[in-house]
């Protein structure tokens, strides 16, 4: 039943979030609707408005003429070019108006002359309500695409905020139990020592459990660390030139004396003088990660293979585990992801594989992942440049041997 209420208030933030700005949505949509009728009524009554004023100036010029009882003749107004005067015929526009005082409602004598606007400025007020209306037109669908783009960054800006928030809930959850796990058997073994009257054998094997233990915990904490250390851009690796070999020798004895598991065996294959140019501290913690991982699913046999190529020293970690489908092989290195093809397993903090790439694209490197599938073991590959000389040397071999 509490899950079911947990369920249940989960799914009322969320759909009340998606429905707050669906109204958001909607509002916008229709205060954006009423300003396009609104504008778009403003630009045709100023247009009404300038063809009005159109028939009048034309009702002005043809009393100015009658008035002025002079001849009148077909043509441009010498004074005001927008109008003209016209033989009255029975298609005239609709703001012409007669010069002589009968109305043109009348049947007009063919000699009968008006005056009217010429086609120049009507089709110049036209150009210019439409050009009104396009420019109109244009900046309430700017208008509009902004808000309903501002609505978006928010509504997504706020899921990801919840989502981000849930992250942390859960990764709290499993940093706290992954921490604690270590310490209670610690406390137990020394709790047990503290007794006494214990075997010298077996409190050489609780006191080896305390140390791998005690290994876990500084090895959580070290991710902490550096999982904060890489969100700030002005972290910088070392960058020296180490023998590999000896690097790889030493981790492989380190897990083999303490964290590898009973039954699980660890081989190492690499070629003498192989050296690299990075930060071997990184490195260690790149293997300790891809160690954690190939055992925390399911790996027994673990081989590590280091070789040399033209411009990279590269080291593959391979295991027997679970695997995971090819496609998933990018979303490995996503933080609080995992192998096992959902979201972070009941063990670790997710934070492993993401820092170790992130570690080694700083050292100017690459880890990427492969698998067959599931059941068929994984793979990482880890490339780290080599120092200048041994490049050099390496681009030389190569092309001797082709």
């Given at each position: 039943?509490?899950?079911?209420?947990?369920?249940?208030?989960?799914?009322?933030?969320?759909?009340?979030?998606?429905?707050?700005?669906?109204?958001?949505?909607?509002?916008?949509?229709?205060?954006?609707?009423?300003?396009?009728?609104?504008?778009?009524?403003?630009?045709?009554?100023?247009?009404?408005?300038?063809?009005?004023?159109?028939?009048?100036?034309?009702?002005?010029?043809?009393?100015?003429?009658?008035?002025?009882?002079?001849?009148?003749?077909?043509?441009?107004?010498?004074?005001?070019?927008?109008?003209?005067?016209?033989?009255?015929?029975?298609?005239?526009?609709?703001?012409?108006?007669?010069?002589?005082?009968?109305?043109?409602?009348?049947?007009?004598?063919?000699?009968?002359?008006?005056?009217?606007?010429?086609?120049?400025?009507?089709?110049?007020?036209?150009?210019?309500?439409?050009?009104?209306?396009?420019?109109?037109?244009?900046?309430?669908?700017?208008?509009?695409?902004?808000?309903?783009?501002?609505?978006?960054?928010?509504?997504?800006?706020?899921?990801?905020?919840?989502?981000?928030?849930?992250?942390?809930?859960?990764?709290?959850?499993?940093?706290?139990?992954?921490?604690?796990?270590?310490?209670?058997?610690?406390?137990?073994?020394?709790?047990?020592?503290?007794?006494?009257?214990?075997?010298?054998?077996?409190?050489?094997?609780?006191?080896?459990?305390?140390?791998r233990e005690a290994e876990r915990e500084e090895h959580?904490?070290?991710?902490?660390?550096?999982?904060?250390?890489?969100?700030?851009?002005?972290?910088?690796?070392?960058?020296?030139?180490?023998?590999?070999?000896?690097?790889?020798?030493?981790?492989?004895?380190?897990?083999?004396?303490?964290?590898?598991?009973?039954?699980?065996?660890?081989?190492?294959?690499?070629?003498?003088?192989?050296?690299?140019?990075?930060?071997?501290?990184?490195?260690?913690?790149?293997?300790?990660?891809?160690?954690?991982?190939?055992?925390?699913?399911?790996?027994?046999?673990?081989?590590?293979?280091?070789?040399?190529?033209?411009?990279?020293?590269?080291?593959?970690?391979?295991?027997?585990?679970?695997?995971?489908?090819?496609?998933?092989?990018?979303?490995?290195?996503?933080?609080?992801?995992?192998?096992?093809?959902?979201?972070?397993?009941?063990?670790?903090?997710?934070?492993?594989?993401s820092i170790s790439r992130t570690l080694a694209e700083?050292?100017?490197?690459?880890?990427?992942?492969?698998?067959?599938?599931?059941?068929?073991?994984?793979?990482?590959?880890?490339?780290?440049?080599?120092?200048?000389?041994?490049?050099?040397?390496?681009?030389?071999?190569?092309?001797?041997?082709?």
């Open positions: 039943m509490e899950e079911l209420a947990t369920t249940l208030r989960n799914l009322r933030r969320r759909y009340g979030a998606v429905a707050l700005f669906s109204a958001a949505t909607v509002l916008l949509i229709v205060l954006g609707s009423w300003w396009f009728v609104f504008i778009h009524g403003a630009i045709s009554n100023e247009h009404r408005m300038m063809q009005q004023a159109l028939g009048q100036m034309a009702e002005v010029q043809a009393l100015r003429l009658r008035d002025a009882g002079d001849a009148v003749h077909e043509g441009l107004l010498p004074d005001d070019a927008r109008f003209e005067v016209v033989r009255v015929s029975p298609v005239l526009s609709p703001f012409a108006h007669r010069i002589d005082p009968h109305p043109l409602y009348r049947y007009p004598a063919p000699e009968t002359l008006a005056v009217q606007p010429t086609e120049a400025t009507l089709r110049t007020l036209s150009l210019k309500y439409e050009s009104r209306r396009g420019m109109w037109m244009g900046e309430g669908l700017l208008l509009v695409t902004l808000l309903i783009a501002v609505v978006g960054m928010l509504y997504r800006m706020v899921a990801a905020e919840r989502a981000f928030r849930k992250e942390m809930q859960e990764f709290l959850g499993r940093v706290t139990h992954e921490m604690k796990t270590p310490l209670a058997g610690i406390k137990a073994v020394l709790q047990t020592l503290q007794l006494g009257r214990m075997p010298e054998a077996q409190a050489r094997e609780l006191t080896a459990m305390a140390l959580l904490i070290q991710n902490l660390l550096l999982g904060q250390r890489m969100r700030m851009s002005d972290q910088r690796l070392a960058k020296e030139e180490t023998d590999l070999r000896a690097l790889l020798e030493r981790f492989v004895k380190h897990r083999s004396d303490t964290m590898v598991p009973d039954g699980a065996s660890l081989t190492l294959e690499c070629p003498q003088s192989l050296m690299f140019l990075g930060d071997p501290t990184a490195v260690w913690t790149i293997l300790e990660n891809l160690g954690d991982n190939a055992v925390k699913y399911g790996g027994r046999k673990l081989c590590v293979q280091a070789r040399l190529e033209p411009t990279r020293a590269v080291v593959e970690f391979a295991d027997d585990g679970i695997g995971f489908e090819s496609e998933r092989a990018e979303h490995l290195f996503d933080a609080f992801a995992s192998s096992g093809g959902h979201a972070v397993s009941k063990h670790g903090t997710g934070l492993g594989l700083r050292m100017g490197g690459t880890l990427r992942a492969r698998s067959a599938g599931k059941g068929q073991g994984a793979t990482f590959v880890l490339s780290l440049p080599l120092p200048p000389r041994r490049e050099t040397a390496a681009r030389r071999t190569q092309a001797s041997e082709s």
